[in-house]
């Protein structure tokens, strides 16, 4: 980040270690201007550069697989053409043994790396295939939003996957589920909501956090209305997991909803803290500001069963994104050195079961466990 478009030095850790990106530009030293078009194409769909150097799958050409002729002559072209080359060598990647032996990653594609292009299917309409299309392969979005396995492959590489974008951990955040559950899942929101908040970061309410900051500020919001569009509806199609989460319950004018997750009685503790530090902005009632503070009431991220990303909100901070068409950028502080790892789990159980949201609590050591891998 703050460096030059495409140079490298991007810092991604990993259960083997920390993979840090390469320099991209077209300068034939450091980057990759001495690339065909076909040392380009094996390395974004095989993960292997020239001298047979075999890439670590956090640059995920188990995705780009699918990209089809077309489409990858194309992106040849304008990273050969419409990038400034930057003859500055990235920082190199240090795994510890055996991960660095790049030699064995073979097996790991052969187990785990799917091989052709995409194929539509022809039982579902264009718009639809666009949106798989750039979902399963361009977009990459099983990489943060697929479960993996004990191989830290994705746990399903497409649609036929009951696992594929059900939700999964990176880097100390959750890339929350995008299939249809009504808790923490695409269940409740429209399609036109769905497009908006990838455009903007903004929509139904809530906002994008974390690394999904960059994506939206860097990607998505450049995409036509029309692709928007198809990657909504594509993903508005995919069923619920069915598996345990929260849920949003809210309350009918006479009488309450009895909860199945949260307590029934919501934390003193955990009240003060919230009207102390939160209210101001998601407002006493959880409702937020429509395009300003995001609503906590009903939000998916907020009732999700991984608390993961809540408890790393309130930890480090955070800020929506800064696009051409959405509104003004706004920071959440950080509470790592305001807050006790008691006070965040009261707050936190507090806001999961305020206001119709219905989730399990968190507690103290769910806070702590997570801080002593942020080193905060």
């Not at 478009?5 to 001495?34: H, K, W």
């Not at 920082?91 to 790991?108: D, K, S």
């Not at 974008?165 to 955040?173: E, P, S």
């Amino acid at each position: 980040m703050g460096g030059a478009p495409y140079a490298g030095g991007l810092e991604m850790t990993s259960p083997f270690g920390t993979i840090v990106s390469s320099n991209i530009t077209p300068d034939r030293q450091f980057g990759i201007g001495a690339y065909s078009y076909a040392d380009f194409a094996r390395a974004l769909r095989e993960g292997i550069a020239p001298g047979n150097k075999r890439l670590y799958p956090a640059m995920p050409y188990v995705s780009f697989s699918k990209v089809p002729d077309g489409d990858m002559r194309a992106l040849y072209a304008y990273m050969m053409n419409g990038v400034q080359p930057v003859a500055k060598p990235a920082p190199p990647t240090h795994v510890p043994f055996p991960f660095n032996q790049r030699w064995a990653l073979a097996f790991w594609d052969l187990v785990f790396a799917p091989s052709g292009q995409f194929q539509p299917r022809f039982d579902h309409d264009a718009q639809w295939n666009r949106g798989a299309y750039l979902v399963q392969s361009l977009g990459h979005c099983g990489s943060c939003h697929t479960p993996r396995g004990a191989g830290y492959q994705e746990r399903g590489y497409d649609d036929s996957s009951s696992n594929y974008l059900a939700g999964g951990v990176n880097d100390n955040w959750y890339a929350p589920n995008l299939r249809g559950d009504t808790g923490s899942g695409l269940g409740r929101g429209s399609q036109d909501e769905l497009a908006a908040f990838l455009k903007t970061g903004h929509g139904a309410g809530i906002a994008v956090f974390g690394s999904m900051v960059e994506t939206v500020e860097g990607s998505l919001q450049y995409l036509s209305n029309d692709d928007l569009h198809a990657i909504a509806r594509y993903l508005k199609t995919l069923p619920a997991t069915g598996a345990a989460d929260g849920q949003y319950k809210p309350s009918p004018q006479s009488g309450t909803v009895e909860k199945t997750r949260a307590p029934d009685k919501p934390s003193a503790t955990g009240a003060a803290v919230y009207a102390s530090f939160c209210a101001q902005c998601h407002q006493a009632n959880g409702t937020g500001i429509p395009q300003t503070f995001p609503k906590l009431a009903g939000n998916q991220a907020v009732i999700s069963e991984d608390t993961t990303s809540l408890i790393r909100l309130l930890v480090e901070g955070g800020n929506s994104p800064a696009t051409a068409n959405g509104p003004p950028r706004q920071a959440m502080p950080a509470f790592s050195g305001i807050l006790t790892d008691g006070q965040i789990a009261e707050v936190l159980t507090f806001i999961r079961g305020s206001w119709g949201n219905d989730a399990r609590p968190v507690t103290t050591s769910n806070v702590a466990s997570l801080r002593s891998k942020l080193h905060k």
